[in-house]
């Protein structure tokens, strides 16, 4: 491992816990039911929350600079935002309305999909290049707390009654 792809590894063995952790909610959301239902649903939601602010507001700025991959990064962006409009939508809804469901494994495949192409293609692209990992590294954590302390600030993602 060079110096720079060992620096890299930090940030994106981060993403890819994220990754890990968000498709096991949603295999544990199919064989849940009720009230575990609605708890893995709100767990979810806020994790793609926190995932996608980092991303968006840090992580894909940083590789856009640094990799000439702009096709990628905007496809990668425009599937954030297919994200952000379906957890609107669910937080509108109640778990146990039939929609509820439907949009819930709508987001799982978006968000399998869009782990699949961005570990597959725009992380090892983004570990070849000289984005200062280490700088990154500190600001998605120190933004991660920030991002985690507001939408937990008490509140539900939705209501669950």
């Not at 793609?48 to 991303?55: P, Y």
């Not at 905007?74 to 039939?98: F, T």
């Not at 954590?141 to 939705?158: A, C, E, I, N, S």
Request: hydrophobic share 40%; glycine share 4%.
């Amino acid at each position: 491992m060079t110096g720079n792809t060992a620096l890299a590894a930090g940030v994106i063995e981060m993403l890819k816990e994220d990754h890990e952790k968000v498709k096991g909610l949603f295999e544990e959301f199919e064989s849940a039911e009720g009230k575990e239902q609605a708890d893995i649903a709100a767990t979810a939601i806020m994790e793609l929350e926190v995932h996608a602010d980092l991303e968006e507001k840090l992580i894909y700025p940083a590789i856009r600079e640094h990799i000439d991959e702009d096709e990628k990064m905007n496809e990668a962006l425009e599937e954030h935002h297919l994200v952000h409009v379906l957890i609107k939508e669910l937080k509108k809804l109640k778990p146990h309305d039939a929609v509820f469901q439907a949009k819930f494994k709508v987001l799982a495949e978006l968000v399998k999909h869009h782990i699949e192409e961005e570990e597959g293609e725009m992380l090892p692209a983004a570990q070849k290049s000289d984005i200062d990992w280490e700088a990154l590294e500190a600001a998605v954590l120190k933004r991660k707390d920030t991002v985690v302390t507001k939408l937990t600030g008490g509140k539900k993602p939705f209501s669950k009654s």
